[in-house]
């Protein structure tokens, strides 16, 4: 049986439930309405049925659903680890509703990276904190300061985020001094020591260390591409 309800953070997925909603009926719930259910929210898309759960709540749209809940999002780097995860209020995004797998680049002050703001590839899920999610509902969990976001569609997620949002900067080789131009999202690498690589498109077979000066002329065309940090 096809489900009547779609998540409201990922309407494109087929994870789908029946909802028995007539207990909503009086109170005005339609085609359209958004439940709670599950530590998650719900937007309807058919008539009620014999459903497989009761929903919990009902809302007007999926913002207030998320907001009277004290949603928070998640947010998954696609090619750094992080000590801890990274969360953000959900009123931060300003009644934008992040969408499970899309790939975003966004821009944020970070308390553990030193200081300055941050931008990084990657991935937002909107959680309902709630017992046995592993997600503790306490604010404590914010310590991050979202600055920006945007959105990409790209035909590998990561790869291209990444490739489309690159600023230049300039790393000195460790033994020789010869300044190349790297490709970073950010100044969180400025004075680290990273190996990387040159050559066009980032094939070059030669690899060599690097200490990361700082900004380059954006009008300087990146020759090195990174590989790791030290």
């Known amino acids: 049986m096809a489900g009547n309800s779609y998540l409201c953070n990922y309407p494109q997925s087929n994870k789908v439930v029946n909802f028995d909603y007539s207990q909503f009926i009086p109170s005005g719930a339609t085609i359209g309405s958004v439940l709670l259910a599950g530590g998650a929210c719900w937007t309807i898309t058919g008539a009620t049925v014999p459903g497989e759960r009761i929903p919990e709540a009902l809302y007007n749209n999926c913002y207030d659903c998320y907001v009277s809940n004290n949603a928070i999002v998640q947010f998954t780097p696609c090619f750094f680890n992080t000590e801890r995860p990274i969360y953000f209020n959900f009123t931060d995004f300003e009644g934008f509703i992040p969408q499970a797998n899309t790939t975003y680049n966004i821009s944020f002050v970070s308390p553990i990276f030193g200081e300055g703001i941050l931008n990084a590839c990657g991935f937002l899920n909107v959680i309902i904190p709630k017992e046995g999610n592993l997600i503790p509902p306490t ?92």
């Open 139 to 230: 604010a404590t969990l914010i310590e991050y300061s979202l600055t920006g976001y945007t959105k990409g569609v790209y035909p590998d997620p990561c790869k291209s985020c990444v490739e489309n949002n690159l600023i230049p900067y300039e790393v000195s080789r460790c033994f020789t001094g010869e300044s190349d131009i790297i490709g970073l999202l950010d100044g969180s690498l400025v004075n680290h020591t990273i190996t990387y690589t040159v050559g066009a498109g980032g094939t070059g077979s030669t690899r060599y260390c690097g200490l990361v000066k700082g900004r380059a002329q954006l009008t300087n065309p990146i020759t090195a591409f990174f590989v790791s940090d030290y």
